[in-house]
């Protein structure tokens, strides 16, 4: 096909582009990082609760970044010192099933969600029952922050829109996609919950809460 595609946040660009300097095809636009940002969310996770040693990681084996989400969870893991307790689900039903038995203080001490749409549909059921478990949890967008996870780094999805209309406007006036290079996010976004943290018992400290971009009240 012929017709320029733009794309404003995509978890992994190099599964349909060759390359992030040209696509090779019709296609172009912003990478969200969500791979990139993994160590960052897990070194966000042991800042929020110091004490944490074991973190449970969940993953769907059906998504389109399984492996790749999990090999950078695990490397990240084990260059911070933290052991993870993986959760396998593959369906929000699943997820919400499991919740229960898996997603306790029993098993870890703190949780990370991975950018998996099946898993991420079905995070706001399972917010009361891990905050019961009083376990922080770092989230992989900004959106999860607002319905009750602790805190997320992440791209600002507003502002990926303002990004990609400059990529837009450039193929409008002669441009081709392959010609454009994909685009990291320009605006990264440390928002941080601190309901959820009262909720949970959590002391943020003051200096993170200083670096935060936004403090949800």
């Known amino acids: ?3 320029p595609v733009v794309f404003l ?6 599964a349909f582009a060759k390359s992030y300097a040209s696509s090779g095809n019709n296609l172009t636009g912003i990478s969200t990082s969500t791979l990139d940002l993994t160590a960052k969310r897990l070194e966000l996770l042991k800042e929020l609760a110091p004490g944490i040693k074991r973190v449970i990681s969940l993953h769907n084996p059906n998504g389109p970044n399984y492996e790749e989400n999990l090999n950078a969870t695990r490397e990240a893991a084990r260059k911070l010192g933290l052991d993870l307790v993986e959760v396998n689900v593959t369906s929000s039903d699943e997820l919400v099933m499991k919740s229960k038995e898996f997603l306790t203080r029993k098993r870890a001490d703190g949780i990370v969600y991975p950018p998996d749409a099946q898993v991420n549909a079905a995070q706001r059921l399972i917010y009361p029952q891990v905050n019961r478990e009083r376990l922080p ?6 959106g999860n922050v607002h319905e009750g996870a602790l805190a997320t780094y992440a ?3 507003y502002a990926l829109g303002q990004q990609g209309a400059v990529i837009v406007d450039k193929i ?14 320009f605006k990264l976004m440390l928002v941080i919950n601190l309901k959820t943290a009262k909720a949970i018992g959590l ?3 003051n200096e993170l809460l200083l670096r935060a971009d936004k403090v949800i009240e």
């Open 203 to 205: 002391k943020i400290s």
């Open 9 to 14: 946040s995509a978890g992994n660009p190099l």
């Open 1 to 3: 096909r012929n017709i």
């Open 137 to 142: 949890s770092v989230a992989p967008n900004i």
């Open 155 to 157: 791209a600002d999805y």
């Open 172 to 185: 409008l006036k002669g441009s081709r996609p392959m010609d454009l290079p994909i685009e990291q996010p």
